[in-house]
């Protein structure tokens, strides 16, 4: 067998698109949503993985930009594989813990960012009329894994055991 030679080899390499999200959720569970300015779906604070960047890089930058406020990551709670669709490739979606926040905070969040028309929180009852379903069933997973404390690998949001 003849191996390709190392440039050949690393040009030929897949590459995936990459998010990093954040879940904010208050004592009662409700989710922190964000709804957007360029698409009609809300979604959780977060963005795309800009290159040389680590997901819990762009967590934490998605979440200054669009939210202005500035908070430790917790645990990584979601790794979910984002299948092809349309445009869009395939790429890998990391949702980290971002911990308890207060309806006071929400209400005192200001945004500049302008993809950001507003914020609120959301039962998950609620949340499934504003969000793709692919999104709905990963931060389902999310709280899951906040309330249990294991990671969740999922294909196009619903979880798989390796």
Do not use: N
């Not at 993809?115 to 069933?137: G, I, M, Q």
């Amino acid at each position: 067998m003849d191996l390709l030679p190392l440039a050949e080899y690393v040009a030929g390499l897949d590459r995936k698109r990459t998010s990093a999200g954040v879940l904010f959720r208050d004592e009662r569970d409700r989710v922190l949503l964000v709804e957007t300015t360029y698409k009609p779906q809300w979604e959780i604070p977060g963005g795309a993985v800009e290159a040389g960047e680590a997901p819990w890089t762009a967590a934490v930058r998605e979440v200054e930009e669009e939210l202005g406020i500035s908070r430790p990551l917790g645990a990584l709670l979601v790794i979910d594989h984002v299948r092809a669709s349309g445009a869009m490739p395939e790429g890998l979606a990391f949702v980290f813990d971002g911990g308890v926040i207060a309806q006071t905070e929400v209400d005192g969040i200001d945004s500049t960012d302008p993809e950001v028309r507003s914020v609120a929180l959301s039962t998950l009852a609620e949340a499934e009329a504003l969000l793709k379903p692919t999104l709905h069933a990963r931060i389902t997973a999310a709280l899951h894994a906040a309330r249990s404390g294991t990671l969740v690998l999922c294909d196009a949001g619903l979880p798989r055991h390796p």
